[in-house]
């Protein structure tokens, strides 16, 4: 099973910075990674695949990079509808498809 | 629009068992790999089982092996997953998911908003 890392665990950040979120994988996945962002009540929600492709719909300062066992989500000039938990997935080798614990990105 | 509607959740008693569904629309259902992941209450996500475009392949985190049995029915647009044996670690929110592939080798594009399993005597 490959196990997913993220940190930090919790990240505060004030409103038009930059968030930096990081995943770890316990043995490479190539590009075969996914970052989802989830806000209370709602399901999960695509944001970028392949390690750097944006979904449909995802804005711009949206951006993923990375491969292999390390990868970073960055999301630059936070927005308020930005403060969420965000989830890394990896679906290279499954099963088990698994997620990293989660970052949760708090206003500072 | 696409849209992935889930039914089903409720409470059940530990060894009971529930049967949820996932009715998908406005995407050809029968082209993408279908998921359930789990969420227990202020906790992270977790992968349950996964069923190939066709419904020939199916996979089950050890978890829930031998008691969760998930299948389709691609004339109806229907997901399923059949709970057995229930636990109170199985309590948790329920969401389908849709892959944008038949065998599952990518992300999940689309979610359902969830169902509520709750098991506690």
């Known amino acids: 099973e490959i196990v997913m890392t993220q940190s930090p665990a919790t990240l505060s950040v004030s409103p038009g910075e930059r968030a930096t979120l990081s995943c770890r994988a316990s043995?490479?996945?190539?590009?075969?990674l996914a970052w989802y962002q989830q806000k209370p009540g709602q399901p999960p929600r695509l944001l970028i695949y392949?390690?750097?492709t944006r979904a449909t719909g995802i804005p711009g300062r949206f951006s993923g990079s990375g491969s292999g066992t390390d990868f970073t989500l960055t999301i630059s000039s936070l927005q308020s509808e930005d403060f969420a938990v965000y989830y890394c997935?990896?679906?290279?080798?499954?099963?088990?498809?698994?997620f990293g614990q989660g970052t949760r990105l708090e206003i500072k | 629009e696409v849209e992935l509607l889930e039914s089903g959740g409720d409470f059940a008693q530990p060894g009971g068992s529930l049967r949820l569904s996932c009715a998908a629309s406005?995407?050809?259902?029968?082209?993408?790999?279908m998921t359930w992941v789990r969420q227990a209450p202020g906790k992270g996500l977790v992968w349950v089982s996964t069923?190939?475009?066709?419904?020939?392949?199916?996979f089950y985190a050890d978890s829930v092996k031998g008691r969760f049995t998930i299948s389709r029915d691609n004339s109806k647009n229907l997901l399923y997953l059949q709970m057995n044996s229930l636990r109170a670690e199985d309590t948790a929110v329920y969401h389908c998911?849709?892959?944008?592939?038949?065998?599952?080798?990518?992300?999940?594009?689309?979610w359902g908003q969830g169902t509520l399993v709750t098991v506690s005597s």
């Open positions: 043995r490479s996945v190539s590009s075969n």
């Open positions: 406005g995407f050809t259902f029968s082209s993408y790999a």
């Open positions: 392949g390690a750097s």
């Open positions: 997935q990896q679906y290279n080798s499954w099963p088990p498809i698994t």
């Open positions: 069923i190939s475009g066709s419904g020939s392949s199916t």
């Open positions: 998911a849709g892959h944008s592939c038949s065998d599952g080798i990518c992300p999940m594009d689309y």
